[in-house]
């Protein structure tokens, strides 16, 4: 069995890499469903796999947005099916110009043997 916070780790690496690549169905597959994000003082829900879409994420991910960036993850819990990370992500330019650091807690969980991002509460908007 996978340790719980490589496997959540992982499950963020995932994430950023599909993110950073376009890959809209490796995002999805990077996340549990239901995945909420609490972020601008709006709660989004994507209830299903293949509901995360990546015109949403550019709608909001600055102008020129190229690619993403950990700064920082800090494990905050972690249990045997579940893990809080305390992150910091940047948005870049191509130019690599910062965009904006931004400040969030993720839920990593396990379920049915899939560890996924559930749930982010983000100060980015």
């Known amino acids: ?10 499950s963020l690496d995932d994430y950023m890499d599909a ?3 376009n890959d809209e169905p490796a995002i999805n597959k990077a996340c549990n469903f239901p995945h909420v994000r609490l972020a601008g003082g709006k709660v989004v829900v994507w209830p299903n796999p293949g509901d995360y879409k ?23 819990h972690v249990g ?6 305390k ?4 948005r870049w330019r191509e130019d690599e110009t ?14 049915d043997g899939h560890w ?6 983000s100060f980015a908007d």
Request: charged share 25%; no cysteine.
């Open 1 to 10: 069995m996978t340790e719980p916070l490589t496997a959540a780790l992982k």
């Open 19 to 21: 993110l950073n690549r």
């Open 54 to 76: 990546l015109a949403d994420f550019r709608a909001r991910a600055g102008d020129g947005w190229h690619h993403s960036r950990w700064d920082e993850r800090t494990a905050i």
């Open 80 to 85: 045997a099916t579940k893990v809080h990370l």
């Open 87 to 90: 992150v910091k992500f940047s």
């Open 98 to 111: 910062l965009i904006g650091r931004f400040e969030t807690i993720y839920i990593v969980t396990l379920q």
């Open 116 to 121: 996924g991002i559930q749930a982010r509460s």
